[in-house]
């Protein structure tokens, strides 16, 4: 399920990252790697902000559909 269908404030494990090359290597570096942890904190319009490693990220509509969880 993607990562926009999630309940917040509850803590997934990250399954899968699709897009292209760019984008996983993008989603890497911000530390969505598949087997992390990851919790919605909140979601606006399908924006969402997420706690990931031990920080808060925004991410739009678009980036969140491509993790799966």
Sequence with gaps: MPLTL???GVPQII???GGKDET???LASLGFV???????????Q?????????SRV???????????V
């Design 6 to 8: 999630v309940n917040l």
């Design 15 to 17: 399954k899968r990252i």
């Design 24 to 26: 996983q290597r993008f």
């Design 34 to 44: 598949t087997g992390s942890e990851v919790t919605v904190i909140s979601e606006f």
């Design 46 to 54: 399908g924006n969402v902000i997420v706690n990931v490693k031990e």
């Design 58 to 68: 925004a991410i739009s509509k678009a980036m969140a559909c491509r993790i799966m």
